[in-house]
């Protein structure tokens, strides 16, 4: 079946009209993870990866199209976008006018509500409805899968923003167009599973190191690489299973170990990538202590300090109380949507 836009709130007649349109995207968080590219050009991932889309955190993004223009102007949270933010952003514009066969310049004003450069995947959630938006707003009808694989090249995570639940994000086969057209996210089934995701803040600041400097320092000088990318690959197999029967413990285990051995991966890098903090560690304490009490709560981290713990619905809030000792803010999240284009009304 072919989409407009997913999970789009109007129906295709009451599409935006070319030139203008909004979009709402939230972040995801891996549980099998996402590190190490093996195109930089075509941001073609060395493994697949698996994620939760969560309901907290989105990102809404204007594109209006403005021929007058010389440059594109770009502004995030108010703020004009400058240097590399920037050039991310009009070089993804430039795919976008490429596929659409226009060269009018937009103007781009996104709202996050997730701490950017914290690990949180703002990136993520960002590029997502930037590709929803700017393909509207430039009167391209692309599919799900099309989306997918267009929001990748702007940041790899946001191909499974795209969708809602939890997704799987292809590594794709081959080089060059083929690799291109085979690395996309698509939704996945699972059974019957009350996740929530509890996210421990503990340093919301931008990172000292950035995940893609981060990233290729450990894929080009970590020696725990490789074997880390052939057990992700088996932790896939494991976690699909997990989530198709409806093991919620089986799905904590497989995360936090995926998620410990890629931070393993970065602290063997050469001058190691460290992104954990004290308090990151007074967290994972804590993670420990509430298994020891029955509580299936497990952890998972991206490049960042902050701790995201899975765990079932019912136990949510005694794991936000408990991590509070050690977290300066902690949020609830479940299940969230996929991207989709905002009604002009603001529905």
Known sequence: MRLDHPAAPNSPHERPAAGHATAVAHPNIALIKYWGKRDDHLILPASDSLSMTLDVFSTTTTVRLAPEAAADQVTLNDTPAADEPYRRVTAFLDLVRERARRAERAVVDTRNTVPTGAGLASSASGF?????????????????????????RGSGSASRSIFGGFALWHAGRGTGADADLSSYAEPLPVGDLDAALVIAIVDAGPKAVSSRVGMRRTVETSPLYGPWVESSR?????????????DLEAVGEIAERNALGMHATMLAARPAVRYMAPATLTVLDSILRLRQDGVAAYATMDAGPNVKVLCAGADADRVARTLRSGASRTYIARLGPGACLRAEDGR
Not at 128 to 149: M, Q
Request: hydrophobic content about 60%; aromatic content about 2%.
């Open 234 to 246: 088996a932790d896939l197999t494991e976690m699909r299973a997990a989530l198709l029967r409806g």
């Open 128 to 152: 997502a409805a930037l590709a929803v938006a700017a393909t509207a707003a430039y009167g391209l009808r692309l599919d799900a899968t099309e989306l997918s694989r267009l929001a990748r």
